[in-house]
């Protein structure tokens, strides 16, 4: 069965630091993959995704991805946080042989000490 | 272009009753998925509708059901109210499966 993991529940970093977060998921072939945002209270807003071709993304807000297929992973980062980019971060994966049905992880909340 | 409108933002609702969720695509998104967000549970997914016809769908109890109309627009309901059906619904629609959703800001439903 397909699945996605982020190993990191919550993650808290000083405002300038960079920031990693990860994701793995569970898939035969190469996904569809996606880093979504959520500020609370409000839907999910698309950070970037990745298809195919250059295995690094570029993204809204600062943020990049690279998808490493031997490691199954779709980490996020940035290289200088900013204290509005606080907010919960959910990773997913668009699976093509069920007609794209989407997984999520189960997020990483992010805090930004100032 | 509009976003992904959902209606109403907040509901409260009592233990029994039923409850209808409405969402509008984005124009010219012929699919339409529905989350429920929970602290517990995180994103379950619920159903997701393709050109008026149920494509996939989540592990729900059959209370959960949607339709989606010839618009596009879809709804779904909630029948028999549990008090473990209070949660942040999230609607998304995408112009076809290999893109990504766009989500609504949801509709946060309270059962009491």
């Known amino acids: 069965a397909q699945s996605v993991t982020q190993p990191d529940i919550h993650i808290t970093v000083s405002e300038g630091a960079s920031l990693e977060l990860r994701c793995n998921y569970s898939?035969?072939?190469?996904?569809?993959l996606f880093w979504y945002v959520q500020s609370p209270g409000q839907g999910l807003q698309l950070l970037l995704k990745y298809f195919s071709g250059d295995t690094l993304v570029q993204g809204i807000k600062g943020f990049e991805a690279e998808f490493k297929r031997s490691q199954s992973s779709f980490n996020l980062r940035k290289p200088s946080v900013h204290w509005s980019d606080a907010a919960e971060y959910f990773c997913a994966v668009g699976v093509p042989d069920t007609g794209n049905q989407f997984y999520f992880g189960t997020g990483t909340s992010l805090t930004v000490i100032p | 272009k509009a976003g992904v409108t959902q209606t109403p933002r907040y509901l409260i609702k009592t233990r029994g009753q039923q409850v209808t969720l409405s969402c509008s695509p984005i124009?010219?998104?012929?699919?339409v998925s529905w989350y429920q967000q929970t602290p517990g549970q995180g994103l379950q997914f619920l159903f997701e509708y393709f050109s008026e016809t149920q494509r996939n769908k989540g592990n729900f109890p059959g209370r959960f059901s949607g339709r989606q109309f010839s618009n596009s627009r879809s709804e779904m309901n909630v029948s028999t109210l549990e008090l473990g059906d209070s949660a942040l619904y999230l609607c998304a629609s995408r112009q076809d499966p290999s893109y990504g959703y766009t989500f609504g800001s949801g509709t946060r439903l309270t059962v009491v």
């Open positions: 898939y035969g072939a190469t996904p569809y």
């Open positions: 124009s010219g998104h012929r699919s």
